[in-house]
């Protein structure tokens, strides 16, 4: 499993940005392998983690070449101050089993 976390600052919405940022997440949830998101917003809402769960690197590239996400990509300065992206191989996951997660629990395993 992986996850590719996408950290970004604001810098302002429109309604174009809402638009694709919808037909971005209907892509992902419409491909093989995709496993589930989790979204953070800083306190401020400058500052957000959009954390996306995959099955495996495979799933995770079709997504990240999609068209409609290329055409994302290529008007990010409109809408982000700055970005960051970190793709992890999730190695361990657990909890206290208070709550879901995407990520099964594996001491339950």
């Known amino acids: 499993m992986y996850s590719a976390s996408f950290v970004y600052d604001v810098k302002g919405?429109?309604?174009?940005?809402?638009?694709?940022?919808?037909?971005?997440?209907?892509?992902?949830?419409?491909?093989?392998?995709?496993?589930?998101?989790?979204?953070?917003?800083?306190?401020?809402?400058?500052?957000?983690?959009?954390?996306?769960?995959?099955?495996?690197?495979?799933?995770?590239?079709?997504?990240s070449e999609h068209p409609r996400h290329m055409e994302a990509k290529r008007q990010y300065a409109r809408w982000y101050a700055g970005f960051h992206i970190v793709i992890s191989e999730v190695i361990r996951s657990y909890g206290d089993a208070t709550f879901g997660h995407i990520t099964p629990d594996q001491r339950q395993e």
């Open 13 to 63: 919405l429109d309604d174009e940005y809402h638009r694709l940022d919808q037909l971005i997440e209907e892509v992902a949830h419409a491909l093989p392998g995709f496993l589930g998101a989790v979204v953070w917003h800083s306190s401020d809402g400058k500052r957000n983690n959009a954390i996306y769960y995959w099955k495996d690197l495979g799933a995770l590239k079709a997504f």
